[in-house]
């Protein structure tokens, strides 16, 4: 009887395997299309100084990629983490989190959480925790954003001086030439002016700016964000380039495909790895 249900167990994992070779949920990719290991991706990874790691939102792959990797950088690398889904003037909380010193609900009443936050962030948050490597809070507060949303960069000069500490040091410098920003006003079809990139370039510009305030020589410092901020080289990497243009940078994105066999020509050299995900996959929200 033992020998039976140790066979019928041998053939339900070798038909999972099969399975999942067959219906595969993701494949990674370099920028020129060429299909790529995730050791290899990896250990291109563990020679930089910073990895940008771009994801879809709501996309559960790209989130359990974050944390496998993460971990998985930490037995090659010192790590230190950072966020755009934390905004600067939360760091205090987050950092009390981290100590221990209050519990996960406490953080929620005292931090501004997305609300995919249990799902997607929690993990990889708690892993820090467990493994007391620094989170870092980088993106700039929403209201100010909004701010420059509505009345453009100049309504930032008017802040009080201790709510400046929570942007990138003004001014800031900025290119409404580049693709991406270009791009979002196409894709908005003029809604919002030449103040919807400058929203999204002052995000970019304060995200540079704290992973460069916290960046340690010597350890890797991965940043997760939404693939938009990142992508084609631009938005937080064109920051961190004006910064200091001698570190070495590597960027993930994450696209969505029918066909996992190809990666589809619009989506090479959006990055140095690109994930590309069934676009059936089930999402977190």
Known sequence: ????????????????????????????????????????????????????????????????????????????????????????DNQAALNRYLSGAITAKELSEQA???????????????????????????????????LVYREGFAALDALPTEEKQWIAPLPIAYDGELPGYKNMLQMAHGHGGDNL???QAIKDATMAHFIMQHFVPGKLFI???????SENYEGILWYLRQANPTLRYITITTVLQADLRKLNAEHK???????????????TY
């Open 1 to 88: 009887m033992t020998q039976r249900i140790a066979m019928l167990l041998l053939w339900q994992l070798l038909a999972v395997a099969a399975l999942g070779q067959g219906k595969p949920a993701y494949a990674l990719f370099d920028a020129k299309g060429k299909k790529v290991s995730y050791q290899k991706m990896l250990k291109t990874i563990s020679g930089a100084d910073m990895l940008l790691f771009g994801e879809i939102h709501n996309n559960p792959i790209t989130h359990w990629l974050q944390l496998e990797a993460t971990r998985d950088l930490s037995q090659m690398r010192p790590l230190l983490l950072g966020a755009e889904m934390f905004e600067a």
């Open 197 to 199: 990139p400058k929203a």
């Open 223 to 229: 940043h997760y964000h939404g693939a938009y901020h």
């Open 269 to 283: 050299n959006k990055a140095d790895f690109i994930i590309c995900v069934d676009e059936d996959m089930t999402t």
């Open 112 to 146: 501004r959480l997305w609300s995919n936050y249990a799902t997607d962030y929690a993990p990889l948050v708690n892993w820090a925790k467990q493994n007391q490597v620094p989170f870092i809070a980088t993106n700039i507060p929403r209201k100010y954003a909004n």
